[in-house]
C-alpha cells in the first residue's frame, strides 16, 4: 500500500501546481518486494539528499513511489509526440510519474520509471525491467562523464515483479533526475488543446526553469525557441563528436533544457558510418547516426509551430520570425561541430590550412570506417610520434601517412586530445554483458563497467577491456524500444 509519511526529502510540486492541464494525478504501483540495486551517491550528495537513508527499507520504499513524502504531489505528465514523423496527440507517460521538484542544482525533476500503468499506458503493462533500467543508468551517467548535457539516474531498484517480455524478466523502476521533463511534445500538446493561457503559461514555466534572461527579451516567447535551438545544436553537435546514436528523437523525446533524454535504444558507434541505426524499429533509418542533426533540426520546426500564437498575432509575420530562428541550427550546429572536430584533432584556436586536413580525416574515416573512439584516442599518441596504433586501425595506410604528414605539421597538441577523446565508453557489448549479468542477479560486471565509464578520458590500469572495440564475435547490434 502507498504510504504518506515525513520524510527526509522535501518535494515541491510547481509543475503539478502551474500547469495542472498537463498533470494527472497518480500513484505508483506497489512492488512486492523492492531491492536496492544501484544508488549513484555522488549524485544524492549534489542534491541534498541523505544517500543512507535512501538505502533504507523507507527510502527504497520512496525510490519506488511506494512512501510519498507528506506534500508531494504525483502526476504523470500529459504530452503529444511525433513518433517516427506521425503525430501521436496523446501520448503522456504510460509508465512513469513525476514524484516533484527537488529545490537543489537550480531545481531538478525526480521521476519515476517503470512505476506501473497509467490512464497514458495505451496497450502497454507500464512496467520496466532491470536490463532496461540499468543500461539508461549506465550510459547516462557515461554521457554526464564526458561532459554531456543529460537527465542523470538516482537509482535502480527491482521491484520483486515478474514482468512479461518476450520471456518474463525481473521488473524495476529507474528513480531519474532532470532539470525538467519538458519537451517539444509538451508544447505541441499545450498548443493542440487550442487554450493559447495554457500555452503562455507553459512558456513562462519553461523560461523561468531554463532560460531567465528570455523573460525580458522584447519577445519571450521568441527568445525561448532561440535558447532551445542553440541548446539543442549544440548537444546534438556533442553527440556526433562522440558518436552517439539516440535512437528515437521523436519530439516527446527532445527536451526544452537541452538535456539528453530517454536512454532507449540508444548505442555509441563502433565502427564509423554515418548510416549507422541500431533501433530494431529504425528501418528507414530516420534516426541513423548522420541524420540526428537534420532529424533534430525537424523537430525543433514543430516547437516553432507550437510557439506561433504567441510569437506574433499575424500568424505570416509568426512563421517568418520562428523560421528565422530555426534558421540558426544549422550555423549553430556547425560550428560547434567544426570546433568539437578540430579540438578532437588537437588543432585548438585558428590554424591556417586546418580546414583542409580537417575535411580530409572525414573522408578517410567514411572509406574507411575505423573504430571511431580507439582512432581519436590513438591520434593522440600520433601527435606525440607514435602513430602506429592509429595506423592499424586504417585500411589505405599510404592515404593516411600521407595525410599524417600534413595534420603533424600543425602541430596538434596531444594534451587536449587526451582531454577531449574518451578512452572508454559504454561499449555495446560490455553493455549486454554487464546487463545479463545484473539480469542473472550478479552485479559485479555492472559495478565495474559504471566505474569505467565514469572517468573515461583516463586510461587506467586494469580498465585495457573497456579501451577495446567489440569482438568480431559480437556481430550486428539491435537495440529495442519501451522496453
Ligand atoms: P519512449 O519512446 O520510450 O519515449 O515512449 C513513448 C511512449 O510510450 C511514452 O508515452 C511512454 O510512456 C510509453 N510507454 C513506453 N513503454 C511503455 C510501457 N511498458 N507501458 C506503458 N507505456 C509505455
Ligand atoms: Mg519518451
Same mark, same amino acid.
Given at each position: ?26 500513484? @505508483? ?8 540495486? &544501484? ?12 544517500? /543512507?537513508?535512501?538505502?533504507? &527499507? ?10 510519498? =513524502? ?5 502526476? @504523470? ?140 527579451? =522584447?519577445?519571450?516567447?521568441?527568445? !525561448? ?83 506561433? =500564437? ?7 509575420? @509568426? ?41 580530409? !580525416? ?32 586504417? !585500411? ?16 596538434? /597538441? ?7 577523446? =574518451? ?10 554483458? @554487464? ?49
Amino acid at each position: 500500500m502507498t504510504t504518506t509519511a515525513p520524510s527526509p526529502v522535501a518535494l515541491t510540486s510547481r509543475f503539478a501546481t502551474e500547469l495542472p492541464e498537463l498533470a494527472l494525478a497518480w500513484q @505508483a504501483e506497489e512492488a512486492p518486494d523492492p531491492q536496492l540495486l &544501484a544508488l549513484n551517491r555522488p549524485l544524492a550528495g549534489e542534491l541534498g539528499l541523505d544517500a /543512507d537513508w535512501l538505502q533504507s &527499507a523507507e527510502g527504497v520504499r520512496f525510490l519506488v513511489g511506494n512512501a510519498v =513524502p507528506d506534500g508531494a504531489h504525483p502526476v @504523470a505528465q500529459c504530452y503529444a509526440g511525433h513518433q517516427f514523423g506521425g503525430y501521436a496527440p496523446r501520448l503522456g507517460d504510460g509508465r512513469a510519474l513525476l514524484l516533484g521538484e527537488i529545490d537543489a542544482l537550480g531545481g531538478r525533476d525526480l521521476h519515476l520509471k517503470g512505476s506501473g500503468r497509467t490512464p497514458f499506458a495505451r496497450g502497454g503493462d507500464g512496467l520496466a525491467v532491470v536490463g532496461p533500467m540499468l543500461r539508461e543508468y549506465v550510459v547516462s551517467e557515461a554521457m554526464h562523464a564526458l561532459g554531456i548535457p543529460t537527465t542523470r539516474s538516482l537509482a535502480v531498484v527491482a521491484t520483486g515483479r515478474r514482468v512479461q517480455r518476450e520471456t518474463a524478466l525481473p521488473g524495476a523502476v529507474l528513480a531519474r533526475i532532470a532539470s525538467s521533463h519538458l519537451r517539444v511534445g509538451s508544447f505541441q500538446y499545450a498548443a493542440a488543446t487550442g487554450d493559447v493561457d495554457l500555452l503562455d503559461r507553459l512558456t513562462r514555466h519553461a523560461i523561468a526553469r531554463h532560460y531567465p534572461e528570455a523573460a525580458q527579451a =522584447p519577445n519571450p516567447a521568441l527568445a !525561448l525557441y532561440e535558447a532551445v535551438v542553440a541548446a539543442q545544436a549544440s548537444l546534438v553537435a556533442k553527440w556526433m563528436l562522440v558518436g552517439f546514436v539516440h535512437g528515437v528523437m521523436n519530439t516527446d523525446n527532445v527536451t526544452i533544457s537541452g538535456e539528453t533524454i530517454d536512454y532507449g535504444p540508444c548505442a555509441f558507434l563502433d565502427a564509423f558510418d554515418p548510416a549507422t541505426t541500431f533501433s530494431s524499429i529504425d528501418q528507414g533509418g530516420r534516426y541513423s547516426y548522420g541524420n540526428q542533426p537534420v532529424v533534430l533540426e525537424w523537430d525543433l520546426a514543430r516547437l516553432g509551430e507550437a510557439l506561433l =500564437p504567441l510569437v506574433h498575432d499575424d500568424q505570416e509575420e @509568426a512563421v517568418s520570425q520562428v523560421t528565422e530562428a530555426l534558421g540558426a541550427f544549422r550555423r549553430e550546429y556547425s560550428a560547434a561541430w567544426s570546433v568539437g572536430l578540430r579540438a578532437k584533432l588537437g588543432l585548438a584556436g585558428s590554424r591556417d590550412g586546418a580546414e583542409p586536413v580537417v575535411e580530409d !580525416l572525414l573522408g578517410l574515416l567514411q572509406r574507411d570506417h575505423p573504430d571511431f573512439t580507439s582512432f581519436f584516442r590513438a591520434l593522440a599518441d600520433a601527435a606525440d610520434g607514435d602513430a602506429a596504433p592509429a595506423r592499424d586501425l586504417v !585500411l589505405d595506410r599510404d592515404g593516411f601517412d600521407r595525410w599524417l604528414a600534413r595534420w603533424q605539421s600543425l602541430e596538434p /597538441d596531444s594534451g587536449l586530445m587526451r582531454r577531449t577523446n =574518451p578512452v572508454v565508453i559504454p561499449r555495446n557489448h560490455l553493455v549486454e554483458e @554487464a546487463l545479463s549479468a545484473a539480469t542473472a542477479g550478479d552485479l559485479d560486471p555492472f559495478g565495474r563497467l559504471l566505474d569505467a565509464v565514469s572517468r573515461p578520458f583516463e586510461a587506467r590500469p586494469g580498465f585495457g577491456r573497456y579501451a577495446e572495440p567489440a569482438p568480431e564475435s559480437f556481430g550486428a547490434y539491435t537495440t529495442y524500444c519501451g522496453t
